[in-house]
């Protein structure tokens, strides 16, 4: 059976099991076909298919490409709307397995303070 401490009795921290958004997404779309869309550090975007991914990188085709991107370079992934939808299997309102509820009353992105 196995221990949750180690040798000396330290603990051993418990193995991850929260649910893995960003590989649902990925995975979901890949399935769906669906076009997603992903912005680079450096401001390119590229449009297409997920045709897999692994840890480090997705690889996309487009129109006129095949591209293997590095995750580290990606600042944001765009999911069209409803295909978020078919993976709630609703209108969108409720987070998906894991996912955090927003906070009821408070702007996700905080105003600049113009005063200063």
């Known amino acids: 059976m196995p221990s949750n401490s180690s ?16 590989n649902q997404i990925l995975n979901f779309v890949r399935k769906d076909r669906s076009l997603i869309t992903i912005f680079l550090v450096s401001g390119k975007k590229f ?22 991107v590095f995750k580290h370079a990606i600042t944001n992934v765009s999911v069209p709307r409803h295909v978020m939808q078919k993976m709630t ?8 397995d894991g996912a955090l509820p927003s906070s009821e009353g408070e702007d996700p992105i905080p105003e600049d303070d ?3």
Not at 7 to 22: H, L, T, V
Not at 89 to 96: K, L, N, Q, R, Y
């Open 114 to 116: 113009e005063s200063q």
């Open 47 to 68: 449009v297409g298919q997920v045709l897999g991914f692994d840890r480090y990188t997705i690889h996309i085709r487009g129109r006129d490409y095949d591209q293997i």
């Open 89 to 96: 299997g609703g209108e969108g309102d409720e987070p998906m």
């Open 7 to 22: 040798r000396d009795g330290a603990k051993k921290p418990a193995p991850n099991r929260e649910i893995n958004i960003q």
